[in-house]
């Protein structure tokens, strides 16, 4: 099989990447708002509708029709699972988001790509390499550091801050799982095809504990925050698709090994310019050099791996 070469303008595939990185970034912030005016599954909803309309009206204008490869028996189970594990992924993020900061649920999702890192491993059989375990190890020195003041909390009983972790870290493993079965997907269909079949599917799966209406009582702000969020997954899986066609994927992975630093930074300067509309975190030193430790292994482990047993490019974990 010919292997794909990229178009060799990486100053382009660069700044796809960092657009990528600041709409997932910004992601949970918008989550964590518009949670006060919408409920986790509403916004869901929303999200995939506008996700399969806009993604089945792009791939109508290409004429891109989907290979005709009938799913059934292991195929259609594997179809069924992938959707499943992404509409999990999703709701159940949310719904952490609820209990946690948003720079918390973005530092503890990055478990996910540890998760399907360590799923090649076992179930596809794939090399990991000494630094690749190197950086595993910085993560999880990073992510000690970076609850060093909540290790109380997490072990003193089922407080709402560990239902959070908890949730968060089970959004994590249902991403992982969706992306090891997305990679045998691909075999047979496009990531265009698999991603419409899970919005269409997870559109009507959310619609009847959905409250649409709600959307009449947000106010200004709120309708943005949902407008930027419907449209977030979208646009921002675009820019790292086309990221990939113009820089190497280990790159791209480092750059978007980053997002959970600019959610962090982020949330100082909305809290510290609009109080009233997010309350502003409050992270010691030691827990901001956690974060950039978790950040300095997903790199490693993203950069180290041998390109012949990489596992191809996902989407990022939600958000």
Known sequence: MTLHTTSGRWKLGFLLSVIT??????????????????????????????????????????????????????????????????????????????????????????????????GGVF???????????????????????????????????LTDYTIGILLIITAAIAWAVYGLTQKQLL?????????LVIYIFGAVAFFPAAHPGQIATLNTLQVFLLIFAALNTLFAYGCFAEALEHWEASRVSAVLATVPVLTVFLMMIV?????????????????????????????????????KHQIPPLQTPEP
């Not at 794939?126 to 109380?152: D, H, I, K, P, S």
């Open 271 to 307: 809290s510290s310019l609009w109080p009233q509309v997010i309350e502003p975190e409050n992270l010691s030193p030691i827990s901001l050099a956690g974060a950039l430790l978790v950040v300095g292994g997903s790199i490693m482990a993203a950069v180290s791996s041998d390109p």
């Open 123 to 157: 179930i596809y059989r794939e090399r990991f390499v000494r630094l690749q375990w190197t950086g595993m190890l910085v993560f999880v020195a990073g992510m000690g550091l970076f609850f060093n003041g909540r290790l109380a909390l997490l072990i003193g009983g």
């Open 187 to 195: 075999r047979c269909y496009s990531s265009e095809m698999i991603l």
């Open 21 to 118: 990185a600041l709409l997932w970034g910004a992601l949970p912030i918008a989550l964590k708002t518009l949670l006060g005016g919408m409920d986790a599954i509403t916004i869901t909803w929303y999200r995939f509708l506008a996700s399969a309309v806009l993604l089945a009206a792009y791939l109508a204008a290409r004429r891109r029709r989907a290979r005709s490869v009938r799913p059934k028996g292991l195929l259609l189970l594997l179809i069924i699972v992938c959707c499943l594990c992404l509409c999990a992924n999703y709701i159940i993020y949310l719904i952490g988001l609820d209990h946690l900061t948003p720079s918390i649920a973005q530092v503890v999702i990055q478990l996910a790509p540890g998760f399907m890192l360590l």
